[in-house]
């Protein structure tokens, strides 16, 4: 019997699947199969995006939720012509491959963003589609629609049991994204079995609580035609984001289909045989695909690269018609920053206000955010006003019906959401043409710090604004005060952790988070006050590291972060007071400072010279560049922040104390043992 070329292309892809995993002796063979049909009638039928040029701005987003079923979006972006030959698809799982074991948006052509930890996906995909709204909204113009594409995703049970996922669906029902939707791959199958289990909700019902559209295709084995038409009833509702529920059979045709043990291990090679007979492949043949099925998938890349031709056609004259508009998306997906904007950059003197970091932070966003980097999308976990990071003239993001704001606006307001939050920001990301911002105090980063990892996985330009970064917030106590946090992004691969000694070193970090637009950045911002100290400088941020004050023939070294730069200040004096001289260093950037060239390090941190450190926060990491440390070795405690930094000897006294005896120590032993040399 002659199998329908759609029919084919399904089993071909469930085959496939099999073969790849069964390659790599490791894999996720359950979810590829299950999910063929769905994923066949989007890709063929639905997804406009052309693979000879895989990020042209007006394509549509896809994303693979639940990213341990990846064989099976590899397998498509061969199918469809981009550059995943035949060959990666046997070298999946393998070092070096385009075909990782979960997908990477760095790794592989046609990815469009980093999944694998459940939750993330969706939450990606909220942001994906709320970075369509917001430039549509502020670029498109009668006759123009130069942002119009769909996200879609497919996600399963795990993704919908994630707290991450739940906050972002929330939101996305609330700002009303009616271009995305979600394609649910309901196979009641997790790792340890059944989910009845652990997960017996409505999910239909949740979704609808949540602002959704809810459609259902009861055979997604089989029924290719009522997919297709639930993706088009989803199209046709605008002003809702859409969930399919598709309920499919994991493993579909294996012999252990329905079961847990085929959602993460290869099938046996007596499987993959009956598999191949059972969908009219041939048995004794690996990573088969059928010239009918490839001439299926070309025909839709060859609408792909006509989608994309008129859209450049329709980008063409809507820069003839709008120059200045097309100018700045360019210039925005382009990753560049508008002319002039460090000259806009504050400074700030000593004779200046005493200001919380946090504040200072305030000051510089006005002034290059107000119209002059419209790049910024800024938004809150509910504490915009302890946060600070919306500027004057910030218009709020909403759909225009609820009255609250329009999809123009640049503000999110995210709610009690971190994690939520940190994930859309990576969407946007993702999306291209922002830079976003998100806020909340510090001891919160760790709440979505599962998207906050893989920003830095990425390489995502994101901006954290982190503020109350330390006891000086006070009377909160220690649930609220950070410790250990700072050794965790510090400690982070490809992230940069800013924390500013004063309002100059504050706009230096905004200028260093800007130019590193492949790195996510941290702002420890503190609430108290601090003074403009002088020698600061927003320059110096970029080295990571610096003299602030110097002495004649320094005795000891004493460096500072933040809040406790200018207790560093004060404890040099004292000292200079009892004819110690004493260096004072900020160290506003740790991962900065360690970039810079050994002769650079030297001149800052000489070997010669006992070195202590101050920071309001854990000790741990310090080692690396003091001998001896004022810091935090437990939680902290409520009550006013002058009383708990006298509490915990985090004092100017404590400083000088630590660095006399430091002195001491070292003039007993005769020499100063090196730090900071890797072995």
Same mark, same amino acid.
Not at 375 to 400: I, Y
């Given at each position: ?5 759609n029919e ?10 099999g ?10 063979p359950?979810a ?5 049909p769905m994923?066949h009638v989007?890709f063929t039928?639905?997804l406009?995006?052309n693979?000879?040029?895989p990020d042209?701005i007006g394509?549509?987003?896809f ?6 079923g ?7 972006l061969h ?6 030959s035949m ?7 393998q070092?070096?491959s385009?075909?990782?074991?979960h997908?990477?948006?760095?790794d592989?052509?046609?990815?469009e963003?980093?999944t694998g930890p459940l ?11 709320a970075?369509e709204?917001?430039l ?5 113009r009668?006759?123009?629609?130069i942002?119009?594409n769909y996200?879609?995703t497919?996600?399963g ?5 994630e ?10 029902g ?9 394609l649910?791959?309901a ?8 989910i009845?289990n ?5 999910v ?7 602002g ?9 084995n089989?029924d290719?035609p009522?997919i297709a ?6 199209q046709?509702?605008?002003d ?5 529920k ?11 289909? +329905?079961? *847990?043990?085929?959602?993460g291990? #290869?099938?046996?090679?007596?499987d $993959?045989?009956?598999?191949?007979k =059972?969908? !009219?492949? +041939?048995? *004794?043949?690996?990573?088969?695909v #059928?010239?009918?099925?490839?001439? $299926?998938?070309?025909?839709?890349a =060859?609408? !792909?690269?006509e989608? *994309? ?6 980008f063409e ?7 200045k508009e097309a ?6 997906f ?10 806009a950059l ?5 004779s ?8 200072s ?6 002034a ?7 790049d910024?999308t800024?938004g ?6 302890s946060?600070?990071n919306?500027?004057k003239?910030a218009?709020?993001f909403q ?6 704001g ?7 307001r995210y709610?009690?959401?971190?994690h ?7 969407g946007?990301a ?7 911002i998100?806020?909340?105090?510090l ?10 990892r893989?920003a830095a ?9 982190m503020?109350?970064?330390s006891i ?10 950070p ?7 510090r ?9 500013p000694?004063?309002?100059n ?5 905004w200028?260093?988070a800007?130019k ?7 702002f ?8 403009n ?5 927003l ?10 004050q110097?002495?004649n ?6 460096v500072g972060?933040?809040?406790?730069v ?9 000292l200079?007071?009892k ?6 260093v ?10 810079q ?6 001149k ?5 010279l006992?070195?202590?450190s101050?920071?309001a ?16 070795k437990?939680f902290g405690a409520?009550?006013p922040?002058k009383?708990?930094y006298?509490?915990?000897n ?7 104390a630590?660095?006399?005896k430091?002195?001491a ?5 005769g020499?100063v043992?090196?730090l900071?040399?890797?072995?």
């Amino acid at each position: 019997m002659v199998q329908d070329v759609n029919e084919l292309a399904v089993n071909t892809i469930r085959v496939l699947a099999g073969d790849m995993t069964r390659g790599a002796n490791s894999g996720h063979p359950g979810a590829p199969m299950g999910c063929a049909p769905m994923a066949h009638v989007l890709f063929t039928q639905f997804l406009n995006v052309n693979p000879k040029n895989p990020d042209f701005i007006g394509r549509d987003r896809f994303v693979l939720s639940n990213g341990h079923g990846c064989a099976l979006q590899y397998i498509l972006l061969h199918l469809l012509g981009y550059d995943v030959s035949m060959q990666d698809l046997k070298n999946f799982r393998q070092v070096g491959s385009k075909t990782p074991g979960h997908p990477e948006s760095t790794d592989t052509p046609g990815i469009e963003v980093t999944t694998g930890p459940l939750g993330q996906g969706i939450s990606n995909a909220v942001g994906l589609a709320a970075a369509e709204a917001h430039l549509a909204a502020n670029y498109n113009r009668p006759d123009y629609p130069i942002f119009n594409n769909y996200t879609y995703t497919i996600l399963g049970d795990g993704c919908l049991q994630e707290g991450v996922a739940a906050e972002a669906v929330s939101l996305a029902g609330h700002w009303k994204l009616g271009k995305l939707i979600a394609l649910y791959d309901a196979n009641n199958i997790t790792i340890d079995g059944n989910i009845g289990n652990s997960f017996t909700e409505d999910v239909g019902k949740r979704f609808e609580a949540y602002g959704w559209h809810v459609l259902e295709v009861q055979d997604g084995n089989h029924d290719l035609p009522s997919i297709a038409k639930a993706i088009q009833e989803a199209q046709a509702v605008t002003d809702k984001p859409t969930i399919i529920k598709i309920k499919t059979t994991i493993g579909y045709g294996s012999l252990i289909e +329905n079961n *847990e043990k085929v959602h993460g291990s #290869p099938l046996t090679d007596e499987d $993959l045989v009956q598999l191949k007979k =059972k969908f !009219g492949l +041939n048995p *004794e043949e690996k990573y088969q695909v #059928p010239p009918s099925v490839y001439e $299926l998938y070309a025909a839709r890349a =060859k609408h !792909g690269q006509e989608y *994309e031709n008129a859209w450049t056609a329709l980008f063409e004259k809507y820069a003839q018609a709008y120059p200045k508009e097309a100018a700045e998306i360019r210039r925005r997906f382009a990753g560049e920053l508008p002319e002039g904007w460090e000259s806009a950059l504050p400074r700030f003197t000593p004779s200046d206000a005493a200001l919380a970091t946090r504040k200072s932070s305030e000051v510089v966003l006005n002034a290059i955010a107000n119209g002059l980097i419209p790049d910024f999308t800024s938004g809150c976990a509910d504490l915009s006003t302890s946060t600070l990071n919306r500027w004057k003239t910030a218009v709020d993001f909403q759909h225009p019906s609820t009255g609250l704001g329009e999809y123009s606006g640049q503000y999110f307001r995210y709610g009690v959401r971190e994690h939520g939050m940190f994930a859309i920001m990576n969407g946007m990301a993702h999306y291209g043409g922002i830079i976003p911002i998100g806020a909340t105090f510090l001891n919160f980063l760790t709440y979505g710090w599962g998207a906050a990892r893989l920003a830095a996985l990425s390489g995502l330009g994101v901006i954290y604004i982190m503020t109350h970064d330390s006891i000086g917030l006070g009377e909160d106590g220690p649930t609220h005060q950070p410790i250990e946090i700072l050794a965790l992004t510090r400690a982070t691969p490809n992230m940069l952790t800013f924390r500013p000694g004063d309002a100059n070193e504050v706009a230096g970090t905004w200028a260093m988070a800007l130019k590193n637009r492949h790195r996510p950045a941290v702002f420890c911002l503190s609430r108290q006050p601090v003074p403009n100290l002088e020698g600061s400088s927003l320059e110096a941020v970029a080295k990571g590291a610096y003299v602030l004050q110097d002495a004649n023939d320094a005795k000891v070294v004493l460096v500072g972060t933040g809040s406790e730069v200018c207790i560093a200040v004060e404890a040099a004096k004292e000292l200079a007071a009892k004819g110690i001289p004493a260096r004072v260093v900020s160290m506003p950037c740790v991962e900065l400072y360690e970039e810079q060239p050994d002769d650079y390090k030297q001149k800052v941190f000489p070997p010669n010279l006992p070195i202590v450190s101050v920071e309001a926060l854990g000790v741990r990491g310090w080692d690396r560049y003091a001998h001896a440390h004022v810091g935090m070795k437990g939680f902290g405690a409520s009550g006013p922040y002058k009383d708990l930094y006298k509490k915990f000897n985090i004092t100017s006294e404590a400083v000088t104390a630590k660095a006399e005896k430091a002195i001491a120590h070292f003039q007993k032993l005769g020499y100063v043992p090196q730090l900071g040399v890797e072995i």
